[in-house]
């Protein structure tokens, strides 16, 4: 099958090309070619900017795929674009959406495909317009898409991320064995997948007619808590993590410029259920071992000099100085 990937070189579509490869397609990219890492030699790229609508429209018009999978639609006029580009002329489109578009505020866990949507970031919000006009699509005269939406995805191409946000230092902090901060007690939920299994998921949809005007979450099926989470770097960097709790509206009121990302995303429990893509896609069946898919991902950040210094910031040192003292203020009392 000839597919093209618009984006491609990105985390999760790393993922998918080496799926699609795996499974001898045909692969294009179409992205500006600003990525430090090439494609494979196996992989044909057309170089443009999908904003630019008309350059991006033409060209596409010019090619002829099987099917399409589209990494960077992030709103209703990307959304359009496509449609004008693809519509009548592919087997299959697949957008890439995301759980963002569920919350926060999440209706609760274990949310499948008919929760309501209740995104209320930007980026929720535009990804919510975008899969609409293509479902209309869908509904109107057939448009064989289908809707992707992925939960927290890793893999080399994106900064391990951690619950309180940030930049990339805490990799170093745990190297040096410092403590790092947790929001709450640890232990809300949240779902871990490796690029490496999202990609079996986005190649084994490819051409499945019965999955066409479907929207499908595509998470890890086993929860883990945040602590886990942390846990699990610090072994890959061979080395103990300590990890020093605070309530979450403490950190958001110390800084909220620094913390305040936290009530919209990662400070919230997320478990979607993906009882309907292990039904309906059965070879999406994530076993990619947590510790050593995060060896590869911090590789990857090292080989590009991503892990910033830890010593740039004291203020989450001051932060835990300062409950690591608080007991000795109560004294006596």
Known sequence: MEVLVIGGTGNISRGIVTALLDQNHEVTLFNRGRHPDPPSSDVRVIH????????????????????????????????ASALRAFRWRVAHFIQCSTVMTYGPPFSGINLDEEAPLNGQSKYGLDKIAADKLLLEAYRE???????????????????????????????????????????????????????????????SVLGRSKCFGE????????????????????????????????????????????????????????????????????????????????????????RHNRVHSSDDSDLEDRIIAAIEALPSHFEGN
Do not use: C
């Open 215 to 302: 929207i499908y979450n595509i998470p890890h099926p086993q929860p883990r808590t945040w602590d886990q989470w942390h846990y699990a770097v610090a072994e890959a960097l061979d080395v103990k993590a300590k990890i020093i709790h605070v309530p979450q509206d403490v950190l958001i009121a110390i800084s909220p410029e620094r913390f305040g990302g936290l009530s919209m995303n990662f400070g919230h429990t997320q478990i979607f259920s993906n009882s309907k893509i292990a039904r309906d896609i059965p070879e999406f069946q994530p076993k990619q071992d947590l510790v050593k898919s995060l060896e590869e991902n911090i590789a990857w950040m090292d």
């Open 48 to 79: 443009g900017d999908r904003r630019q609508r008309k350059d991006f429209e033409d060209k596409m018009r010019s090619e002829a795929f099987d099917a399409v999978i589209d990494m960077i639609s992030f709103d209703a006029e990307d959304a």
């Open 141 to 203: 005269d057939g448009f064989p898409v289908t809707i992707f939406k992925p939960s927290y995805t890793y893999g080399p191409g994106m900064d391990v991320q951690r619950q309180v946000g940030g930049d990339s230092s805490w990799i170093d902090r745990i190297r040096q064995e410092k403590p790092i901060l947790s929001a709450g007690d640890g232990l809300s939920y949240f779902q871990f997948l490796s690029s490496h299994d999202a990609g079996v998921g986005f190649e």
